[in-house]
């Protein structure tokens, strides 16, 4: 049973922007910690970015001053805004919610190529 489900993923050209979307219809964000995580096949899972029930921000270093993460709890979304892609940056992306419980989603695939 899918817990959280991601959108937004596509084929993008190396310099162009994506903005991926997580929400649930089980669970509610607002105590949450939220994530976004990455894996490129044979290549293990790595953080991009975490944002906090109240507001704080945390990126992985090669998407900093790039990828923006934001959440919309009225909404019930986490967001995570792409710009200036590029070729490395083409991986499954994974949503991941925290606090007591853990949750993952499907994911969704990214791809930047020209």
Known sequence: QVQLVESGGGLVQPGGSL???????????????????????????????????????????????RFTISRDNTKNTVYLQMNNLKPEDTAVYYCRANYVSEYWGQGTQVTVSS
């Open 19 to 65: 903005r991926l979307s997580c929400s649930s219809s089980k669970i509610i964000f607002r105590p949450y910690t939220m994530g976004w995580y990455r894996q490129a096949p044979g290549k293990q899972r790595d953080l991009v970015a975490t944002i906090t029930s109240r507001g704080s921000t945390n990126y992985g270093n090669p998407v900093k001053g």
